[in-house]
């Protein structure tokens, strides 16, 4: 997973859709853990859901792959 505007990147977990759906260039958001559980890691965000959004055109994230 690339997120907008990072240049690294990230690996994690989606869920809210069949896996076989997910592909590249798929919208998602952060689903956070509860605040009281957060420390000073990725680990504050539980995983991501798809947002439905159109996906991210193919040159914003090609020389990542």
Known sequence: MLVD???IPMQHLILGCPAEEVRMGMRVAAVWRPR???GTTPQNIDHFRPTGE??????SYAQHL
């Open 5 to 7: 505007g990072a240049d």
């Open 36 to 38: 009281e559980q957060w």
């Open 54 to 59: 159109p996906d991210a055109p193919f040159e």
